[in-house]
């Protein structure tokens, strides 16, 4: 399944040296979280921005797109899911830095909401690791498998508001504590007063991690910084 969305080349203007997927909320498209290429596009001139669609209608309104469907939402059936969309991000990934002559630690996932989950999900079970992982507002789905089943450990980052009505600000803390048992380095950042959603705040604390993260990659690669 062939995956599309929005892109934004690097502001350097050369080839990319990193690569950002931002992973978007159910019933929603990539353009929808479009404004944080341009959010960080100045902090990291080098870097390309694709947003993809999700690959499936959602289920209540088929012109909105979902990752996995919510609409059973038995642990079993929202791993499977996970799963089926994580292959094909994994998929999706692998064409996407060959045709940039890039490696996994260039890599770099943004996630919000029901794409957080994704991102946690597709960041943690990649062969190699990533760079790292940013989740706004989201939940780390089949936390009770992380352990047997995670194939890398890339930093994570976890951003949630504390008046979210959507997805429990508590998801943070249980996200936290899976990860941690799992090995992952983890930062854990509540956003008073907010609810489901990305705040200045949050978007500045992201660009700081992914200007990290990337760096650390690019160091470890041995490429000059």
Same mark, same amino acid.
């Given at each position: 399944?062939? /995956?599309?969305?929005?892109?934004?080349? !690097? /502001?350097?203007?050369?080839?990319?040296?990193?690569?950002?997927?931002?992973?978007?909320?159910?019933?929603?498209?990539?353009?929808? /979280?479009?404004?944080?290429?341009?959010?960080?596009?100045?902090?990291?001139?080098?870097?390309?921005? %694709?947003?993809?669609?999700?690959?499936? !209608?959602?289920?209540?309104? !088929?012109?909105?797109?979902?990752?996995?469907?919510?609409?059973?939402?038995? !642990?079993?059936? &929202?791993?499977?899911?996970?799963?089926? =969309?994580?292959? %094909?991000?994994?998929?999706?990934?692998?064409?996407?830095?060959?045709?940039?002559? #890039?490696?996994?630690?260039? &890599?770099? #996932?943004?996630?919000? *909401?029901?794409?957080?989950? $994704?991102?946690?999900?597709?960041? &943690?079970?990649?062969?190699?690791? %990533?760079?790292?992982?940013?989740?706004? *507002?989201?939940?780390?789905?089949?936390? =009770?498998?992380?352990?047997?089943?995670?194939?890398?450990?890339?930093?994570?980052?976890?951003?949630?508001?504390?008046?979210?009505?959507?997805?429990?600000?508590?998801?943070?803390?249980? =996200?936290? $504590?899976? &990860?941690?048992? @799992?090995?992952?380095?983890?930062? =854990?950042? @509540?956003?008073?007063?907010?609810?489901?959603? %990305?705040?200045?705040?949050?978007? @500045?604390?992201?660009?700081?991690?992914?200007?990290?993260?990337?760096?650390?990659?690019?160091?470890?690669?041995?490429?000059? @910084?």
């Amino acid at each position: 399944m062939q /995956l599309d969305g929005p892109e934004l080349a !690097p /502001l350097s203007g050369g080839k990319a040296a990193y690569l950002i997927v931002l992973l978007h909320g159910v019933a929603a498209y990539g353009y929808d /979280l479009f404004n944080l290429a341009h959010a960080w596009r100045e902090r990291l001139p080098e870097a390309e921005f %694709i947003a993809p669609n999700a690959p499936f !209608p959602y289920d209540y309104a !088929p012109e909105g797109r979902q990752w996995f469907s919510l609409a059973d939402r038995a !642990p079993e059936k &929202l791993l499977a899911g996970l799963r089926e =969309a994580g292959a %094909i991000l994994d998929r999706f990934f692998d064409e996407l830095l060959a045709r940039r002559g #890039l490696d996994n630690s260039c &890599l770099a #996932l943004v996630g919000f *909401s029901q794409g957080a989950a $994704t991102a946690l999900y597709a960041g &943690l079970h990649r062969q190699k690791r %990533i760079a790292g992982v940013a989740a706004f *507002s989201g939940a780390l789905s089949g936390a =009770a498998h992380l352990l047997g089943e995670i194939a890398s450990k890339p930093p994570v980052l976890l951003v949630h508001g504390e008046e979210d009505n959507v997805v429990p600000f508590q998801s943070m803390a249980n =996200a936290k $504590t899976a &990860l941690e048992a @799992a090995g992952v380095k983890v930062r =854990a950042v @509540a956003r008073p007063g907010l609810g489901h959603a %990305i705040d200045g705040a949050g978007i @500045a604390l992201a660009g700081d991690f992914l200007r990290e993260v990337l760096a650390s990659g690019r160091a470890a690669a041995g490429r000059p @910084a």
